[in-house]
Nanobody, 123 residues
Framework: QVQLVESGGGLVQAGVSLRLSCAATGGIFSTYAMGWFRQAPGKEREFVATCSRSGISTYYADSVKGRFTISRDNAKNTVYLQMNNLKPEDTAVYYC????????????????WGQGTQVSVSS
């Protein structure tokens, strides 16, 4: 059973950068497609970014394309989300996700979720 633990969230001002990390334990990390989702207050959880098992293929939500970058280090069992030029509308709890196939862009394809990390962006 894979456990996912996110870190790196915080309270920042608009325009700055943050990098989220998600460390995986208890499974064979390289066999999972990985993704990031987010949930803002009063809204449904939405897809943000995903990468293939190798990390070569990536796919992004239109709202973050060009600002966010997903990457993974299979030797460290870790996936990252580099978030640049943050905007107040990026404020949400960010969840790491693991699933069997790429693109991992729908919540119902996710097999394992992390507990989430809060990102708050002030204007």
């Amino acid at each position: 059973q894979v456990q996912l633990v996110e870190s790196g969230g915080g309270l920042v001002q608009a325009g700055v950068s943050l990098r989220l990390s998600c460390a995986a334990t208890g499974g064979i990390f390289s066999t999972y497609a990985m993704g990031w989702f987010r949930q803002a207050p009063g809204k449904e959880r939405e897809f943000v970014a995903t990468c293939s098992r190798s990390g070569i293929s990536t796919y992004y939500a239109d709202s973050v394309k060009g600002r966010f970058t997903i990457s993974r280090d299979n030797a460290k069992n870790t996936v990252y989300l580099q978030m640049n030029n943050l905007k107040p509308e990026d404020t949400a709890v960010y969840y790491c996700a693991a699933g069997p196939s790429f693109p991992l862009s729908r919540s119902n394809y996710v097999q394992h979720w992390g507990q989430g990390t809060q990102v708050s962006v002030s204007s």
